[in-house]
Every structure is written in C-alpha cells, then in structure tokens.
C-alpha cells in the first residue's frame, strides 16, 4: 500500500505529546520539506520524498533512549510501517536513514556493530545492503542537514561530534556525508545550498 506526505503527517501528529517532547517531529517535519525541495529541483517525485522524510524516524514515536543506539528506533519504525501495511521501502526508510553508503558500519556516532550479537544486527544488514535510491540518498543528506530547522550539513555534522564524540567509523561517515553532498551538487549542477536562501541566516 502506498503513503502520501498527508497520511504521513497524520501519523506523525498523532505521536505529538507521546515522547519526551515533539522535537523529532519538528526534525522530521524539516526533513520531509526540505527533501521535496531537492526532488523538485531534479525533476523527482515530490511527495514521495517528503513522505519518507516525514516517517522516517517515526519509531521515536514512544521516545527512545540515545544511549541504545540506532538500532531500536529503526527496528520499531520499520515493524510499525509494515504493521500498518505500507510497501516495504516506506518501512525501510525507518532503518536505511541512519547508514550511510548502504553498510552497516557507516553511520555517525554510535556504536561499532561489526561484531555486534545483538539480535536485530542481521536483519537490519540485510535492509541496509540494498542499494540506495535516489529518495533514500536525499533522506539520508537531509537527516544531516535537519535538527529541528534546516542548518548546512558541515555545522549539524559539527553539532554531532561535539555533543557524541568520535567513534571508531567517524571518519568513514564524515568522507561518505560529503561524498553525498558532492554527489547531489552535481546531480543539480550548482550547489544544493542555494535552493535555501534561508540557511545565509545561519553562517
Ligand atoms: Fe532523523
């Protein structure tokens, strides 16, 4: 079954009050706007995009603990999309979101998993193995560029390692987060930066 960006707003203001505040509402909705702002401009599906944006983190609907990592949240996103009995990719965005280059080691600040036992490890690889489309790739720079307002990649990503610190693939996620960048530049053939003349209020 397939999600537009108006039943998946519905979801997300049915969550409102639920966790500890609405911030990742606000950071969901910051994404799923600016993601249909770039897939305008590269001639994609608009509200495609902005739905994803708007579900991805919707396994935070209950709050989450930031000490237990990625894996809770996008497991309960993902099991929550497909219990309402939406396509998978609407339910992969739930896990796909936090890694990079579509392995399981890229990710931004959280633990190592490459020897993780932890149960969820496998089925969380296999989702996020698959190729990336063009609509996860957008997710995925927009999730860097979105706290609860748009700010430029380099600054969120700045943000994260002074409030997280450095971890071991760190390195990795900050060469894959500007591969990215460079890639959807050149997708537009200008710098993404200028379909928001609002983030010059940030510099
Ligand atoms: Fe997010």
Redesign the pocket.
Known sequence: MKLNSKEALNLLNACRGKAINDD?IL??IC?GNTASVIAKHLNLDEDYAKTLGYI??IGKREGWNQYEGVLPHAIKGYNYIKSLGYDDDYAEICIK??FLNHDINCLANDRDYTDSKDSRYEFIKQIVQKEDSIYDKIINLC?LM?STKLDFMEKRLMDLLIRHGVYKNTHYHLLEARKLKTQMDDLLGYNLYDLFPELRANI
Do not use: L, M, P
């Open positions: 990742w950071h969901s994404i991805h983190d979101h936090s999730d979105c």
